[in-house]
């Protein structure tokens, strides 16, 4: 009977196990050998840790390291505290109309990554609206270059990449707040806490496992940003918004095609979503971190 059970269980998992080796595992392990290789295209041999030594002198590399990990330290916290505010604030049972309002903010979520990213770069165009707003608002003197300026075009990307993903952790922190128990609270109001502390001494730390779920998960989803770059700047001005995906895709398909260098490039990636997750887990005091 337990043999029986033994296959039955393995009839049913058995095709999802075989189709996550197969289109997933089988192609790390492949793009892990493919990065011991180079070549042009498809004209590939063994070059040992050639890949890994040219990783470390490329300044084009270095550059999109550097942005991308700005990306992260400034994006991703400023869209987590964002979402808590929110969902905090439409967790209100004295707020009106909040069915429409969680709508309205997650619904970003859900729209085309080339629709919006395009529809942002005209907004933020010289002659776009965020800029013909400011000036009749008399906030700038001149229209902000905010495509074509080094510091303006990341500001666009971190605004971009805010606006689409805050809704998406709301909903998380959102599905969290209404799990906890309300007697919680009002115990805390009877003993004088303002909502301020309220806030921080019991909402942040009842939401402590979500809170590090969705920060790994912006993390990895901000290391492999493409959509908004590729579109939005293109990487420009020079290398000032290239992002390590796009390197990866410029590597394999814009420049000479090589391969082997974009899964070397592809596994730095992999590298950094483990280091920055541990740190992660080390600041959020998770034991099994």
């Known amino acids: 009977m337990r043999t029986k059970n033994t296959l039955v269980g393995w009839a049913f998992i058995g095709l999802s196990v075989f189709l996550i080796g197969l289109f997933y595992f089988y192609p790390m392990v492949q793009a892990l050998l493919l990065s011991f290789?180079?070549?042009?295209g498809t004209n590939l041999q063994y070059v040992g840790l050639d890949n890994y030594r040219r990783l470390f002198g490329d300044p084009t590399f270095h550059a999109a390291v550097r942005n991308t990990v700005i990306y992260l330290l400034v994006q991703v916290p400023v869209m987590i505290i964002l979402a808590l505010i929110i969902s905090v604030l439409l967790n209100d049972k004295r707020l009106k109309f909040k069915g429409f309002y969680r709508t309205a903010i997650f619904l970003p979520c859900v729209t085309?990554?080339?629709?919006?990213?395009?529809?942002?770069?005209?907004?933020?165009?010289?002659d776009g609206l965020i800029n013909m707003m400011l000036v009749k608002m008399a906030v700038i003197a001149q229209p902000i270059q905010w495509i074509t300026d080094p510091f303006w075009a990341k500001i666009t990307i971190i605004i971009a990449i805010t606006w689409r993903w805050t809704g998406y952790n709301m909903i998380f922190y959102l599905s969290a707040l209404q799990n906890i128990d309300n007697s919680i609270y009002e115990a805390a109001r009877i003993d004088g806490a303002s909502a301020f502390q309220?806030?921080?001494k019991i909402t942040i730390p009842m939401l402590k496992p979500i809170i590090l779920f969705t920060s790994i998960v912006s993390t990895i989803g901000t290391l492999q940003l493409f959509d908004e770059v590729m579109n939005i700047t293109g990487g420009g001005p020079g290398?000032?918004?290239?992002?390590?995906s796009q390197y990866i895709y410029n590597i394999s398909f814009k420049y000479t095609p090589d391969f082997g260098y974009a899964a070397t490039v592809s596994y730095?990636?992999?590298?950094?979503?483990?280091?920055f997750s541990i740190i992660q887990f080390k600041v959020a005091g998770d034991k099994n971190g």
């Open 37 to 40: 290789q180079s070549g042009s």
């Open 112 to 126: 085309s990554l080339v629709a919006y990213s395009v529809i942002f770069k005209y907004l933020f165009g010289s």
């Open 198 to 200: 309220q806030f921080f």
């Open 239 to 244: 290398n000032a918004t290239l992002s390590i």
């Open 268 to 275: 730095a990636i992999v590298v950094m979503i483990v280091f």
